[in-house]
C-alpha cells in the first residue's frame, strides 16, 4: 500500500508563473488536507477537500490560490503568478475519515520562486 | 478560537527523560495527536489521545486532560536520532491545526 504520493519533490518558478501540485492520497482515503510550512516552522492549514468537495479552504489565500480533488485523479494546488513569499513546503495529508484518525502525511513539495 | 501552544525549543541529553507539553483550545474536539518532523522530511505520527489519561507505546508516552486543555509527549532513554520537532495538532470535526512544534535537540 503506497503511501501518500506528492509531486514533484522540488518545484521552481519565477516570479509571475503558475506552480501546480499534486498529492495523490493512499489507497482508500478520501479526505485531503493541504498544508504550508516555512522554515523553522509550524504546518499551516490551508485546505480540507473530500472527492470533488472543497469542505474548508478558511487558510487559502483569498487569491492566486485554488485546489481540487477530483473524482478521478490527484488533488492539485494551484498557485497562479507565483511571488517570492510562496516560496515554503507544501504538505499534503490524507486520512480515511476526518478528524478522529490519523493523518498520513506526502514528502512534500518545496517549492522556491525565483 | 483555535490555538495551539508549546514551547519552541528544548534541549536534553541522551539517556534521559523529556516531556513537551503542549495547551490548546478549540471548539470542537476529535482528538490531540503527536508527530515528529526531522528537518527536510514529511511529519510521521507518534500517538494519538480521544480520552484522558496516558498512552504508551514504547519510549513514548502521551498523556491528555480534556478538561484542561493539556497535553504531554514524554520520551524517555532518549537517542540522538530523537532530535527533531514534535508537533502537537488537534482536530476537530474534520481538519487538524497544528502548533509550531518544539524542536528538541538530544546532546551526547
Known amino acids: 500500500n503506497a503511501g501518500v504520493m506528492q509531486n514533484p519533490r522540488h518545484l521552481v518558478r519565477r516570479r509571475g508563473q503558475e506552480a501546480r501540485l499534486r498529492c495523490s492520497p493512499m489507497k482508500g482515503h478520501s479526505h485531503v488536507y493541504w498544508y504550508r510550512q516555512l522554515p523553522e516552522e509550524g504546518l499551516k492549514f490551508m485546505v480540507y477537500l473530500q472527492k470533488e468537495n472543497i469542505i474548508d479552504e478558511s487558510g487559502m489565500p483569498k487569491e492566486r490560490f485554488s485546489a481540487e480533488f477530483p473524482k478521478e485523479g490527484p488533488s492539485i494546488l494551484r498557485i497562479q503568478q507565483v511571488v517570492r513569499g510562496d516560496s515554503a513546503a507544501y504538505f499534503c495529508?490524507?486520512?480515511?475519515?476526518?478528524?478522529?484518525?490519523?493523518?498520513?502525511f506526502g514528502q512534500g513539495t518545496r517549492l522556491t520562486v525565483v | 478560537g483555535q490555538n495551539i501552544d508549546q514551547p519552541t525549543e528544548m534541549t536534553a541529553t541522551e539517556g534521559a527523560i523529556v516531556q513537551i507539553n503542549c495547551t490548546y483550545q478549540?471548539?470542537?474536539?476529535?482528538?490531540l495527536f503527536w508527530y515528529q518532523q526531522h528537518a527536510g522530511e514529511a511529519p510521521t505520527f507518534l500517538s494519538y489521545n480521544v480520552l484522558d489519561g496516558l498512552e504508551e507505546k514504547g519510549r513514548f508516552s502521551s498523556f491528555l486532560s480534556r478538561s484542561k486543555g493539556y497535553s504531554y509527549l514524554l520520551l524517555k532513554e532518549l537517542q540522538m536520532k530523537d532530535s527533531a520537532s514534535y508537533l502537537c495538532a488537534h482536530s476537530g470535526t474534520y481538519k487538524y491545526i497544528f502548533g509550531t512544534g518544539t524542536r528538541l535537540k538530544v546532546l551526547a
Open positions: 478549540t471548539s470542537g474536539f476529535n482528538g
Open positions: 495529508a490524507s486520512s480515511p475519515a476526518g478528524g478522529g484518525t490519523e493523518a498520513f
